[in-house]
């Protein structure tokens, strides 16, 4: 790939000038969500609820798995855009396993209001910090998926947490 790299986040991260190709791996993880969850509301119905709640169960889970793959180098990336982590770096530890919990809670069909302000809350930190950083025009690589599959941090980054906030509001409506 021929990619300028302007600033390095965390070891052997380079951050790359987002061309389309460098999202085909962020596709391909939504791919397998949307599949997933096509697949598990064929058994239980596609209602809102389950949908919604499928979604968001394999995204979490999806994206907290890439994450513990490599959890220092998340954790180190991590600290170079998010708010928390940032003042708190054990938190780029914590996180992870915050996700993946999220996700078994959405996944064993639990959409209660605790587990969805907890969705919220996090997903909004997120929102802020990547807006931050876009605000600034400060490129840094996105740790969303780990060190397996490197993506930039851009809007598409925003884009994905702030669904993720606008689908736990949708579901104190459903």
Request: proline share 5%; glycine share 6%.
């Amino acid at each position: 790939m021929n990619h300028t790299h302007e600033h390095t986040t965390a070891p052997n991260l380079p951050v790359l000038h987002p061309k389309l190709r460098d999202y085909v791996p962020l596709l391909s993880v939504f791919a397998v969500i949307i599949f997933a969850t096509i697949a598990a509301c064929a058994n239980t119905g596609f209602t809102p609820d389950t949908v919604l709640g499928y979604s968001m169960g394999f995204f979490f889970l999806i994206f907290g798995l890439f994450k513990l793959l490599d959890i220092s180098m998340f954790a180190h990336g991590y600290r170079e855009y998010d708010l928390i982590a940032k003042n708190l770096p054990a938190w780029g530890y914590m996180y992870p396993f915050v996700e993946l919990g999220l996700g078994g809670l959405y996944l064993a069909g639990d959409t209660s209001a605790e587990t969805l302000y907890i969705t919220i809350g996090l997903s909004v930190i997120t929102v802020a910090s990547v807006s931050i950083k876009l605000a600034r025009r400060e490129l840094v690589q996105c740790v969303c998926l780990g060190n397996v599959l490197r993506v930039p941090l851009t809007y598409v980054s925003l884009a994905e947490y702030a669904t993720m906030a606008l689908m736990a509001v949708a579901m104190f409506v459903v």
